[in-house]
Every structure is written in structure tokens, then in C-alpha cells.
């Protein structure tokens, strides 16, 4: 026995199209917004550590030396543990001295960058970056540095200091960087 379907009718017709019209607006409008995330990085060889730009000295007074800058590099690196942003006592012990140089130094400003592992989704570190770069922020500000001076800067797992899967490489990528800006129209005098 064979089972005919019923006429469409050119108003019911009408009435589906407006359905499936309305039900892909409903849809659309319940997409969550979309997050631009920097791009991945072109690695070299393996293990190379992509360098950061250096700021230019001899944009700054006169006593701010290169030789300033290299003690500045001596601890301009935090880490966390996994999952984390929550500052240990050897981050916290190196931000003070973060915030002792740079209110030495106030022409300077910083990006603070946040990184994490590469155990988790990409979405997942970014905003675990971004939490680690805030909580350091939040450190320097209370510490006396005017947040009109520091930015953050999430990176998440796109820029690992190491590459290997072992435990010991990816406490290396659990960090936060601290990296030296020349304020615009800082000039030596």
C-alpha cells in the first residue's frame, strides 16, 4: 500500500520557508560573539626561543645604560603552577624587584605577558595567559607602578619557551614575561 504525501500548497509552502527563515535568524542570533586570537607562530628550529624586541637605550636619560636593561632581564620572568594564576612567593619576590627598578626608571613602560602550557585548548590558555598577566598588573600597581605604564598581553600557547611534553618543559611555558617599552617622546637629554 503505498503512502502518498499531501499537496504542498503554495501558502503552507510560503508558511515553511518563513519557519526555517525564522529559526536560522534564532540560531544566528545565539552564536557567541567570536574572540580574534593573535596567530600561531612560525617556529624555527626546534627548542629556539623567539626573541622579543629589545627596547632602544639611547632613547632614554642619560644614567638608563644597556647595563640597566641586562640587570632588568635577570628577573623579568615569573612562573606559575598549572592551571594557575596565582602568583607564587618567588613571583611575588620578583616582581618587587620589578617594581623597585622600574620606579627608578619611569620613562619606561611594560608589557606584561602572560603564557601557559601546551596541556589545554587553545581558548583555555589564551584566557589563562591573560589571567596571569592581570594578576601580575594588579602586583605592580599595588607596588607603587601607575597602570598607565603596563599593558597585558596574553599569548596562551602560542609562543612556548620550550616544545618537549615533559614536565620539565612545560613548567618553563607556566610563565609571565615582563618586557621593557620606551614610552613614545622619552628622549635622552
Not at 647595563?67 to 632588568?72: G, K, L, N, Q, S
Not at 602586583?139 to 605604564?149: A, D, F, M, N, S
Amino acid at each position: 500500500m503505498k503512502h502518498a504525501l499531501p499537496e504542498a500548497r503554495p501558502s503552507n509552502l510560503w508558511l515553511l520557508r518563513l519557519s526555517v527563515l525564522a529559526l536560522c535568524g534564532a540560531l544566528a542570533a545565539c552564536q557567541r560573539p567570536t574572540q580574534m586570537l593573535p596567530p600561531a607562530p612560525i617556529f624555527g628550529i626546534q627548542g629556539a626561543r623567539q626573541s622579543t624586541p629589545e627596547p632602544n637605550p639611547s632613547a632614554l636619560r642619560d644614567d638608563a645604560t644597556r647595563a640597566d636593561f641586562e640587570r632588568f632581564a635577570q628577573f623579568s620572568q615569573i612562573y606559575f603552577e598549572r592551571n594557575s594564576a596565582t602568583l607564587t612567593d618567588a613571583a611575588r619576590k620578583t616582581l618587587d624587584a620589578q617594581a623597585e627598578w622600574l620606579r627608578e626608571y619611569p620613562e619606561v613602560h611594560a608589557s606584561l605577558q602572560g603564557h601557559a602550557d601546551l596541556l589545554g585548548t587553545r581558548e583555555h590558555q589564551f584566557a589563562l595567559g591573560e589571567q596571569r598577566a592581570a594578576a601580575m598588573k594588579f602586583y605592580l600597581v599595588t607596588r607603587g607602578i601607575g597602570p598607565e605604564r603596563l599593558t597585558i598581553t596574553s599569548f596562551g600557547k602560542q609562543r612556548p619557551a620550550a616544545l618537549n611534553l615533559d614536565e620539565a618543559s612545560q613548567k618553563s611555558n607556566r610563565r609571565g614575561e615582563t618586557v621593557l617599552v620606551v614610552a613614545r617622546g622619552a628622549s635622552a637629554h
